[in-house]
């Protein structure tokens, strides 16, 4: 799929499919309007016979369009004018791509920058046509054949010469976003038989060839017990296939200016080890490796806009299945911080990846570390599937995630570690506990990261509800890639 820009007056304009906006009182937007008397009054006149009120969503094929210089045009209802928010728009969005897929046409013009959005510039609306309409084509296609390849090749976003070059601004964000969310898309989506630790590895080595500031390197096994970081081969003990551990190191900036580090929990597979989880829904756990996929998504958006940042990536990557010399509810083992952790449910594996990449991360001197993990169902019952959680221990830094998934549509709700909550995590045997019993489980997960984040700000993303969507419109999600994005953006 192709993107550009084109800023030629509406005159000049010629297009198989042509999208414009209406709001709910059935007035035209203001490219809408010249098209109307390009087109002698056609959408006034189908806006008159009731075809389409401008209801927030709602879109009107015109098949047959009186004018040669357009072949089709899809209104694009946006609700009430002055009420559009940056989710309304986005909906909107979603809607009219939904009927430009139906239309089958090969090439579009989105016409739509001219919606006039709450606290928004034509950056974000340029950079909203891309996400949203390459989100809405995305198809899995590794492991299935695809009755119907998706028509459309090219989207043209029609921009007012006043304002083409923050188009053409929002069109590289957009279009690194977009390729940010896709890979991280495609990775997640792949089976646990097919992206193993290893292959994400190799995914990571062939990123870092496409970029001369990009470097990558893998940790095996023998490295992990050479670090000491026992916590994380404990859970890879289980399993056959060899944990790796990732890391890329994009260098955007100075040597000197400190990286952001983004750590992505990477397990490719997570039956629960020994303390086995029930059958149902469990192919879904192929998507535990979706924090690993958004540090991958979030790298390679980086190299495309070649984002003035040190930015280093790390995925500590494993299965988590039965076996003879798996995890054993009751084992202590020793962190690389030198903590002993009682493992109390071997299905919280997550945690013990993480402690030791948190560890680990500190001697890269972080400017922050951002971890991003579907690291418990408890998030999902305490959020929902709306929100990932975020947890943090510096109140500026949470801000600035928060603001950040506001404007990328891509939210995140804080929840405390407060002290209280340590508590539930002490061992009898070991100085901490992997699990915090049945209240507050997202809660008590985030306090047993923080205590290997005591040395650098940092912020812990729970992505379990927000990662992949279940059920008939099963798949990857690509989130939170777009709210690190914003973030790493607003940092750049
Ligand atoms: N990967 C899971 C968390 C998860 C479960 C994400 C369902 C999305 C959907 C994690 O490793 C896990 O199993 N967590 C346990 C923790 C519990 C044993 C304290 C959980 O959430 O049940
Ligand atoms: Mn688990
Ligand atoms: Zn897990």
């Known amino acids: 799929m192709d993107y550009s820009i084109v800023s030629l007056s509406l005159d000049k304009l010629q297009s198989d499919c042509l999208l414009v906006g209406i709001y709910e009182n059935q007035q035209l937007s203001p490219v809408a309007t010249a098209v109307d008397t390009l087109c002698e009054g056609l959408l006034t006149k189908l806006i008159a016979r009731g075809d389409i009120k401008g209801k927030n969503a709602e879109t009107l094929l015109i098949n047959n369009v009186p004018h040669e210089n357009f072949q089709r045009i ?47 510039d034509t950056q974000w609306l340029t950079r909203q046509n891309i ?17 119907e390849m998706p028509a459309l090749q090219q989207l043209y976003i029609y921009a007012d010469k006043l304002v083409s070059s923050q188009a053409e601004l929002g069109l590289l964000q957009g279009k690194a976003i977009a390729k940010g969310v896709e890979l991280t898309k495609q990775l997640a989506d792949l089976p646990g038989n097919i992206c193993t630790p290893t292959y994400l590895a190799e995914q990571a080595i062939e990123l870092a060839t496409q970029h001369e500031k990009l470097k990558c390197e893998i940790l095996e096994e023998s490295d992990l017990q050479a670090l000491g970081m026992g916590a994380f081969l404990s859970v890879s003990r289980g399993s056959r296939q060899p944990a790796k551990l990732i ?30 989880k029930p059958g ?5 756990m192929k998507y535990d490796m979706c924090g690993g996929a958004s540090v991958l998504g979030l790298i390679r958006m980086a190299t495309l806009l070649n984002l003035k940042l040190n930015i280093v990536g790390l995925v500590p990557s494993s299965e988590n299945l039965p076996d003879g010399d798996a995890n054993k509810p009751g084992d202590i083992v020793t962190s690389m911080s030198g903590k002993t952790i009682e493992i109390l449910n071997t299905d919280a594996e997550g945690r013990l990846l993480l ?5 680990y991360a500190k001697k890269f001197n972080p ?41 990328a549509c891509d939210k995140v709700w804080r929840m405390p570690i407060w002290e209280e909550y340590q508590d539930q995590i002490k061992s009898n045997f070991a100085d901490l506990a992997n699990i915090g019993g049945p209240d507050g489980g997202s809660i008590t997960a985030a306090c047993f990261l923080s205590r290997f984040a005591e040395d650098f700000r940092w912020v812990h993303l729970d992505i ?26 607003n940092r750049a």
């Open 131 to 147: 996400e949203v309409f390459n989100d809405a084509i995305y198809l899995y296609s590794k492991t299935k054949v695809c009755e």
């Open 355 to 359: 402690c030791d990449t948190l560890t």
């Open 464 to 489: 379990a509800g927000t990662a992949w969507r279940t059920g008939a419109a099963k798949g990857a999600t690509g989130r939170p890639v777009p709210l690190v994005s914003q973030f790493l953006l």
């Open 74 to 120: 899809i209104l694009v209802g946006f609700g009430e004018s002055g009420k559009v928010t940056r989710k309304l728009y986005r909906k909107a969005l979603a809607a009219a791509i939904k009927v430009v897929k139906e239309s089958k046409v090969s090439v579009a013009t989105s016409a739509l920058l001219d919606i006039n959005v709450e606290n928004v």
């Open 247 to 276: 890391s890329l190191f994009y260098q955007g900036a100075e040597a000197s200016v400190k990286p952001i580090v983004l750590i992505g929990k990477g397990l490719t597979f997570d039956a629960g080890g020994i303390s086995l």
């Open 367 to 407: 400017e922050v570390v951002i971890d991003m993990a579907t690291l418990t169902g408890a998030c999902i019952v305490a959020l929902g599937r709306v929100p990932s959680g975020l947890f943090g221990n510096d109140d500026a830094l949470c801000e600035e995630l928060l603001t950040a998934g506001e404007v």
């Open 280 to 284: 149902l829904g469990m192919d879904e």
